[in-house]
């Protein structure tokens, strides 16, 4: 798993469960079971790359709340992660390149359109695996398309996220920091892969090239000469060559000392 930043998170508590219950995780475990996941997911530590896009975030994406609905299953009842989340994919994506707001003028102006999907969430917890780990694993879709519509990169992240109960104080608490390491996991997926997509690596090689032709005409037509000089019509280039291609006369000055040479001689 890469990290490309320090883990921040913190914890709401839903009605019915106070954080007065945290003293061990067997009382805790009949009663904290529906959690909602906040976390503060920083910027990735990377260089942006030079394109825009609009981040489009569907209801379903923003809203999303896992329901558990096995029998049998009674370490948790539901899990609300859709705001972390959300703020995962708004800091992420603004760290990589440049968002813009979702309006009709910024369609003129931006070169992509990324929409997440949350594909799937699966969790563990110690009584199912035999293990003193609380495990969450995520699975996106990532679609990113131009302005038009057209396809421009399709791509499954997957993000996992483990704590040892040996070093929390509950399964609350367990159970917001895996997802927030699993966000964080797809985070820096994100950050790694997004240059790397074949089609986004293409434009990035077209903005490269088209910045170097830039540099290279701007110093085609730049005039040389002496940075002291005045810059307007009657300015001279330092050496003037003969249309004829006769060797170019000596100055006033110089024929007046040759004569005074051969004088004296």
């Known amino acids: 798993m890469v990290s490309l930043w320090e883990p921040a ?5 839903k009605k019915g469960c106070t954080p007065a219950l945290l003293v061990g995780v067997l009382l805790l475990s009949a009663c904290a079971r529906t959690i909602v996941v906040t976390g503060d997911v920083p910027q990735p530590l990377i260089e942006p790359v030079p394109l825009k896009a609009n981040l489009i975030i569907t209801d ?8 558990e609905k096995e029998k049998g299953r009674n370490s948790l009842k539901s899990l609300d992660f859709g705001a972390a989340q959300v703020l995962m994919f708004e800091r992420v994506f603004d760290g990589i390149l440049t968002l813009l707001p979702l309006d009709e003028q910024a369609v003129t102006q931006i070169d992509l ?3 997440p999907q949350l594909l ?9 695996t035999k293990l003193n780990l609380y495990e969450i694993w995520l699975k996106y879709r990532i679609l990113i398309t131009d302005p038009a519509g057209a396809e421009v990169a399709d791509w499954v ?8 109960t040996t070093t929390l104080s509950s399964a609350v608490t367990a159970f917001n920091l895996a997802t927030n390491i699993a966000l964080r996991d ?5 950050a790694i892969g997004f240059p ?3 089609a986004i690596s293409k434009m990035l090689d077209s903005s490269a090239d088209a910045g170097e032709q830039d540099k290279q005409i701007a110093s085609d037509v730049a005039v040389p000469g002496n940075a002291d000089e005045v810059e307007g019509e009657n300015t001279k280039p330092a050496i003037q060559v003969n249309d004829d291609d006769e060797p170019a ?4 000055e110089h024929e007046a000392a040759d004569h005074d040479t051969q004088a004296e001689g």
Not at 186 to 190: D, E, N, P, R
Request: net charge positive.
């Open 9 to 13: 998170m913190s914890i709401n508590f």
């Open 60 to 67: 379903e994406l923003r809203r999303y709340r896992y329901e």
């Open 113 to 115: 359109q990324i929409t």
């Open 120 to 128: 799937e969430f699966q969790y563990s917890v110690p009584r199912e």
């Open 157 to 164: 992240v997957k993000g996992y996220g483990k704590t040892p």
């Open 186 to 190: 797809v985070g820096a997926q994100l």
């Open 196 to 198: 790397r997509q074949p």
């Open 249 to 252: 006369k000596p100055s006033v």
